[in-house]
Nanobody, 128 residues
Framework: QVRLVESGGGLAQAGGSLRLSCAASGRTFASQPMAWFRQAPGKGREFVASITWNSGSTYYADSVKGRFTISRDNAKNEVSLQMNSLKPEDAAVYYC?????????????????????WGQGARVTVSA
């Protein structure tokens, strides 16, 4: 059974930092892109950041560029999201996602439907 388990969510003040981690089990994602999405109340799930299998390329939503950093540790089958300079509009449930496809390569995958496996979500709250 494949599982993605997020950790590190919580409460931060505006301007503060949080780090999210996602541990995968049941399958090795070392050859696959991984990503973070988020969903605020009443809104759809939106792309935040993704990283290619070898960390060679990273992609970010314009709203988080320069503030968030995605990274991965293939030896641990983990992906992380460092979030700095948090804003109240960053408050959401953050989801870890992993793609599983033979043709992933180093592509840029930003759609919900691009990803196969999902975590249960970690809530991030940002106080003004």
């Amino acid at each position: 059974q494949v599982r993605l388990v997020e950790s590190g969510g919580g409460l931060a003040q505006a301007g503060g930092s949080l780090r999210l981690s996602c541990a995968a089990s049941g399958r090795t994602f070392a050859s696959q892109p991984m990503a973070w999405f988020r969903q605020a109340p009443g809104k759809g799930r939106e792309f935040v950041a993704s990283i290619t299998w070898n960390s060679g390329s990273t992609y970010y939503a314009d709203s988080v560029k320069g503030r968030f950093t995605i990274s991965r540790d293939n030896a641990k089958n983990e992906v992380s999201l460092q979030m700095n300079s948090l804003k109240p509009e960053d408050a959401a449930v953050y989801y870890c996602a992993a793609r599983w496809s033979e043709d992933s390569g180093n592509g840029r995958y930003v759609r919900v439907e691009d990803y196969t496996y999902w975590g249960q979500g970690a809530r991030v709250t940002v106080s003004a």
